[in-house]
């Protein structure tokens, strides 16, 4: 079930991404959202916690130090 480097609509994506984070096999794999800023990333995960009842906690690595990365 791997969708490496794949581009997918946002409704495919949060299809995707509700399938693999809701089954307890495939749950602990991290998927990587890349794209320009402003094109919904975020608001994707957002939609996708809200439908599995989860919190989203943002983690933005650009703005932490590197002792707090580790």
Avoid: C, W
Wanted: a positive charge.
């Amino acid at each position: 079930m791997s969708l490496n480097f794949a581009t997918l609509s946002p409704k495919d994506a949060i299809g995707y991404l509700v399938e693999l984070f809701g089954n307890p096999i495939t749950r602990r794999q991290r998927p990587l959202l890349h794209g320009e800023p402003g094109i919904g990333k975020t608001r994707l995960i957002h939609a996708v916690g809200r439908l599995l009842n989860a919190n989203v906690i943002p983690l933005h690595l650009q703005n932490l130090e590197a002792p707090d990365v580790r």
